[in-house]
């Protein structure tokens, strides 16, 4: 059984000590001797990210599952592969439509047996389920802040940090700017008019620069400037 091994580090650091990559190599190649496998070559991505599948090791690996010259892939722990469940899905397709089986050896998978493609497919929709309650629950916590005057993100334009350096208040210089933008909107002055009337008061961005039609466009989009 012709086989890959593929390891992965996300740091340069990682990479030019080679003891992560040293460690997954060790427990490829004893998995390997398990599956009385023939152990062509184990690829290394160092100082890859798992953000992306555009790694110049995964290409490599990719080329040969593509190619049908292997049959099993073997990898020290998924997210060596990806941490994205979307990209983990991608490659499980690709390897079973190219008749290339899987192997995990922290996760003691193997998608060459039915019971192991059932194993991934429950991890897979438990981690997407994780990734998406994680969301969520981000999102619950942002919009509570909000409700609650407190800071999220970038300050919006017409506001600035209290004292307490948690919540906002009205800036009066910018409110200023934002009372001219909605005159001159319902005055039926097209954005770029607005930059250019803005700029002819004298009136500046956040930054001390010129307005632009873009700086405009931006605050109307987020509404700082329909009230």
């Known amino acids: 059984m012709k086989t890959i091994g593929y390891v992965r580090v996300s740091t340069d650091k990682q990479a030019d000590r080679g003891v992560s990559l040293e460690a997954q190599a060790e427990k490829i190649r004893a998995m390997a001797v398990v599956h009385n496998a023939d152990l062509l070559d184990i690829i290394v991505d160092g100082g890859e990210s798992a953000k992306s599948l555009h790694r110049p090791g995964m290409e490599r690996l990719l080329a040969h599952v593509d190619s049908r010259e292997i049959q099993t892939v073997i990898i020290a722990k998924l997210d060596r592969l990806t941490r994205s469940v979307k990209d983990l899905c991608t490659l499980l397709e690709r390897f079973e439509r190219r008749g290339v089986a899987l192997v995990s050896v922290a996760e003691s998978l193997d998608t060459g047996s039915a019971a192991g493609r059932l194993v991934l497919n429950i991890m897979t929709a438990v981690s997407q389920w994780e990734r998406e309650a994680i969301g969520e629950r981000t999102r619950d916590a942002m919009s509570h802040k909000r409700s609650n005057g407190e800071r999220v993100g970038n300050l919006p334009f ?34 770029r008019g607005i930059a250019a009337a803005l700029n002819h008061r004298s009136l500046r961005t956040r930054r001390g620069s010129a307005w632009q039609l873009e700086h405009v466009a931006r605050i109307i989009k987020r509404g700082n400037a329909a009230r």
């Open 158 to 191: 017409g506001s600035r940090l209290a004292a307490d350096g948690r919540h906002l208040e009205p800036d009066p210089a910018e409110q200023a700017v934002l009372n001219e933008i909605r005159l001159l909107r319902k005055g039926g002055h097209t954005m």
